[in-house]
């Protein structure tokens, strides 16, 4: 029996990675070794680890090493701790291959670990690029460590074998975010109403920006309180803001919507929503705003309207139903009329067709066995 090592970092991650999680844990020939670390763990992040649990998957192993704070020092130090955790768990588990998605930094001293201990890669959306965040290095750099990779797009394995100077192993799979679609029973609009105490009759949006961490923390914070002011002129709008993530600057952004929308009851914070909930709220929103992947990936599936502000996804593929905007609130004014011009906006299935994360395990399964090299 094989053992594949499958690593989450955050909300994010785990909510793309889920079902090959899912697909290994109830494949008697593969033995699942799930650890759990970064955002997870935090209580600011709001434990997002026990929404694995009620998932139904054991954890293996939890490593928490994210410090409090999110200076640059502090993520340094972060990644430091990371490669003395992982040093442990590498050397215990004795993983086949480990799984690992994205451009998280702490992928970064993961990979660095599992050369090491010579144990393969195998990693889901290498090639992208977003231009407004440090994450097209970090990307890159787990790209050139890992063995078996997962582009979502043809423009990515394009860009991989650019980077890699070869095509070896390079299987264009889909964005595994579309797979939750085929997966999961949404929960209906009058589920949501009640456990969120949202207004029915209302309509939603949905509000989550990330720190661009190439520009100043100040210009991030003018964003986010242009989004407030300019949401907060539309009474007809019950708007949920989900937290940033725990890049530099996140706690910043985090502590000023909390902050701003204290008095307002027409906002409502929740740090995470688990994957469920997010995903079905995702589907009955009137419209996404932020800077978000999941705005990119998944709202053209479902044909909603995603505003998404300045240049941290800038690189992707952008569908019709994106609507591209500076963060200034001239911009969002003219997003908004747009949007509300337009009753409906095309689907559109670029970014997959929901059988990405049953291709991904059955290629590494081919890997393990010897049938691809």
């Known amino acids: 029996m094989y053992k594949i090592n499958v690593i989450t970092t955050s ?9 090959c999680i899912d697909i290994i844990n109830n494949d008697p020939d593969l033995e699942l070794q799930l650890v759990v670390t970064g955002s997870h763990l935090s209580n600011e992040y709001g434990y997002t680890y026990k929404d694995i649990v009620t998932d139904g998957y054991d954890i293996t192993q939890k490593v928490d090493f994210l410090l409090s704070s999110d200076s640059r020092a502090s993520i340094v130090k972060s990644i430091g701790l990371c490669s003395i955790s992982f040093s442990y768990i590498f050397e215990n588990l004795k993983p086949d291959i480990v799984l690992i998605l994205g451009d998280r930094y702490e992928l970064i001293p993961i990979s660095i670990a ?22 097209d290095n970090i990307r890159d750099a787990v790209s050139v460590l890992s063995t078996l990779h997962f582009p979502g797009t043809e423009e990515s394995g394009n860009r991989l074998k650019h980077l890699l100077k070869n095509n070896n192993n390079i299987y264009v799979v889909g964005e595994t975010g579309i797979d939750n679609y085929k997966y999961l029973s949404l929960k209906s609009r009058k589920e949501l109403s009640r456990k969120y105490n949202l207004d029915i009759s209302k309509e939603w949006v949905i509000a989550t920006y990330h720190p661009e961490t190439k520009i100043p923390i100040e210009k991030n914070l003018e964003r986010v309180e242009n989004i407030f002011n300019i949401l907060n002129t539309h ?10 993530n725990a890049d530099y600057g996140g706690n910043q952004i985090n502590s000023l919507w909390q902050r701003i929308t204290k008095k307002s009851q027409q906002f409502q914070i929740i740090p995470s929503l688990g994957q469920l909930d997010y995903l079905s709220v995702l589907k009955e929103v009137k419209f996404v705003i932020g800077n978000s992947s999941s705005g990119i990936v998944e709202t053209p599936f479902l044909g909603v309207p995603c505003i998404n502000i300045g240049n941290r996804q800038k690189g992707r593929h952008l569908c019709k139903n994106i609507l591209s905007s500076d963060g200034s609130i001239l911009s969002l004014c003219e997003c908004i009329d747009i949007i509300n011009k337009n009753n409906s906006f095309v689907k559109d299935d670029y970014y997959g067709d929901g059988t990405s994360s049953m291709k991904i395990v059955n290629i590494i399964k081919n890997y393990l066995y010897g049938k691809i090299e």
């Open 114 to 135: 599992c050369q090491i201990f010579n144990i393969p890669i195998a990693h889901i959306s290498g090639g992208d690029t977003t231009e407004g965040a440090i994450d």
């Open 11 to 19: 909300r994010a991650d785990y909510g793309l990675i889920r079902w």
């Open 235 to 244: 009474p007809d709008f019950e708007v949920i803001i989900t937290f940033s």
